[in-house]
Nanobody, 127 residues
Framework: VQLQAFGGGLVQAGDSLRVTCAASGRTFSDYAMGWFRQAPGKEREFVATISRGGGTTYYKDSVKGRFSISRDNDKNTVYLQMNSLKPEDTAVYYC?????????????????????WGQGTLVTVSS
């Protein structure tokens, strides 16, 4: 399984940006997917997750109402739409695949629950 994240860039506070993660393999729809981020000098943190069928999503409190995760299982792709971006959203954003095949509707929120990771895409939000 390979994950490739892209779509990051430099934006101003208040702008929107969508990052995308493309996955290889034939079992994409069997796993929940997540987005994490890591700011300089900080630990990697959970941002959002989506269940394997897309019916359940869960977000970090600070991004609720601003970020939206979605997936297209036909295209093996997961997206993170980020609106009303703030300077504190600046980080490298990583997509990841759940370590286990959970029952439909269940998700994972910790770094340890994910096993495959993309290379990350940098999002910089200027004030």
């Amino acid at each position: 399984v390979q994950l490739q994240a892209f779509g990051g860039g430099l934006v101003q506070a208040g702008d929107s940006l969508r990052v995308t993660c493309a996955a290889s393999g034939r079992t994409f729809s069997d796993y929940a997917m997540g987005w994490f981020r890591q700011a300089p000098g900080k630990e990697r943190e959970f941002v959002a997750t989506i269940s394997r069928g897309g019916g359940t999503t869960y977000y970090k409190d600070s991004v609720k109402g601003r970020f939206s995760i979605s997936r297209d299982n036909d295209k093996n792709t997961v997206y993170l739409q980020m609106n009303s971006l703030k300077p504190e959203d600046t980080a490298v954003y990583y997509c990841a695949r759940d370590r286990v095949r959970r029952r439909s509707g269940l998700v994972a929120v910790t770094v340890e629950e994910y096993d495959y990771w993309g290379q990350g895409t940098l999002v910089t939000v200027s004030s």
